[in-house]
């Protein structure tokens, strides 16, 4: 299962810049999601409302590569408030999510669902920028047109 370390400040920006196209009265549940997918040394965040895309790219330590989505309101609304230190975000066996930052833990079911359920979020009508968070370059925006 899933397993990554990320500073919590740099978790949080890109949990609310992915939030301005989630909607939480989805006609897909899943829209209401955020895409966590962790590999070599990122963490991308991701979400769409199948018109608009949006992806960040976060540094993270990960210790088990893996994709999970999580509902974003919820998660972000945890992330924020946790301490700026290290976050560790485990994925259980038994899809509870498990969130621990400077002496807090936080367990907790956030409607996991497994990634290869979420083609919705991968995918939109044009394309998206990925653009990372916390590291001294600034993403490319692609022209439209």
């Known amino acids: 299962m899933m397993e990554l370390q990320v500073n ?27 895409l966590l997918e962790a590999s070599g040394e990122v ?14 790219a976060v540094p993270a330590v990960v210790s088990a590569p893996g994709g999970i989505t999580l509902n974003a309101r919820k998660l972000y609304e945890i992330v924020r408030e946790l301490p700026p230190q290290v976050v560790k975000v485990h994925v259980q066996e038994n899809s509870w999510v498990s969130l621990a930052c400077g ?32 590291e001294q370059r600034v993403g490319h925006r692609p022209r439209v047109g």
Request: proline letters at 4%.
């Open 8 to 34: 919590q400040e740099i978790f949080a920006r890109g949990l609310q810049l992915v939030q301005s196209v989630v909607e939480p009265r989805q006609t897909l549940p899943i829209l209401a999601n955020v």
């Open 43 to 56: 963490l991308r965040i991701s979400a769409t409302d199948l018109e608009v895309a949006v992806r960040m």
């Open 103 to 134: 002496g807090t833990t936080v367990l907790d079911d956030i409607a996991l669902v497994d990634v290869t359920d979420a083609a919705a979020l991968r995918q939109s009508r044009h394309g998206a920028a990925t653009v990372p968070i916390g």
